[in-house]
Nanobody, 120 residues
């Protein structure tokens, strides 16, 4: 499975961005698709993931929304009310686990990362 992420960029605080990630390489969409982020000097953390249900990190609940279009093997991350602390490289990740797992090592497939920069 190959993952191609897009949609990052520079935005002012309070603005919005929508990230997209397309999975290719096989007909069946991965069971779990999600987004991690990694800020400079920090560990990679799971922001949101979608399986039969959805997971959100506490820091983004009510601010970010994850959605999937399984027919197009695509996962989206709508990010509203962006804050400077949301600045990071965002990575799309996918896995065939039966449930969402939070550790990066649990994911088999990774996109290339897209930079989100939020200015104050």
């Amino acid at each position: 499975v190959q993952l191609q992420a897009s949609g990052g960029g520079l935005v002012q605080a309070g603005g919005s961005l929508r990230l997209s990630c397309v999975a290719s390489g096989r007909a069946v969409s991965p069971n779990v698709m999600g987004w991690f982020r990694q800020a400079p000097g920090k560990e990679r953390e799971l922001v949101a993931a979608s399986q039969s249900n959805t997971y959100y990190a506490d820091s983004v609940k009510g601010q970010f929304t994850i959605s999937r279009d399984k027919a197009k093997n695509t996962v989206f991350l709508q990010m509203n009310g962006l804050k400077p602390e949301d600045t990071a490289v965002y990575y799309c990740a996918a896995d065939d686990s039966i449930s969402v797992r939070r550790t990066p090592s649990s994911y088999d497939y990774w996109g290339q990362g897209t930079l989100v920069t939020v200015s104050s």
